[in-house]
């Protein structure tokens, strides 16, 4: 298996995307371990938006109560929306259409949409992700996309990448073809694989969170694969609706 990684979403080319490419998306501060989380939690599904005028006309006709919004730009909560941060959701989203939009997250899922599948992924639930990846595909490229912030490079999702990477290469009689920047994000994890909350709170994007008091929500999403959580990407559109792609099973 062929494993090649992203360093962030500017780097995605939607072409190359189309050629027998599987992308999975990694934002871990926040947007991929909320979306995570929140298909645990009991939401129907995810809508995943490019901004929070997109998300006003995809609840457009919409019924009352049957949706919420969720969004935050530059690290703050769109007016109107709901904080996008697992802890704040886990009572409101159970049986409702989220429609979420994050500043890097959801572009970078939206922008990796020509791939002939997308994933989300975060430290939550990569072990089960990489073994379904690994039971569903077979000469397909896997192309691991880090979200970045703002065009720029972001530790905690190339270290999340490299949680990924290492789920899939624990598996038995697993040969792997890594490039320069999945081996680094590799042995990056390797070396550090006990310092995930120390690295996530370190990172930039985890200071500004700490700022904001997000404290609890650091430590939550720095858990490893604690749920069973298969995240595709549907017609472009949405995550998590078919019942088949995901398994809600309890955190342990």
Sequence with gaps: MKIHLLLKKEDIDKEKMKDNKVAVVFDILLATSTITAALDFGAKEIIPVLNGEEAQ??????????????????????????????????????????????????????????????????LLNSQTVAEHILKSYEDETIVLVCSGSSGEFNVEDFFGAGYFIDCIASQPNMELELTDSAMAAHRF???????????????????????????KEIDFVANYSIFQVITRLENGKTLGSEGSLVKKVGGE
């Design 57 to 122: 006309k995809e609840a457009f006709g919409r019924s009352e109560g049957s949706y919420v919004l969720v969004g935050e730009y530059g690290g703050r909560t769109i007016e109107g929306f709901l904080s996008p941060n697992p802890m704040d959701l886990k009572e409101k989203v159970n049986g409702k259409t989220v429609i979420l939009s994050t500043t890097n997250g959801t572009v970078a899922i939206k922008n990796s949409a020509e791939a002939k599948a997308v994933y989300v992924a975060s």
């Design 189 to 215: 994890f390797t070396g550090n694989r006990k310092e995930n909350t120390k690295i996530l709170r370190e990172s930039q994007i985890g200071k500004m969170l700490l700022r904001y008091g997000y404290d």
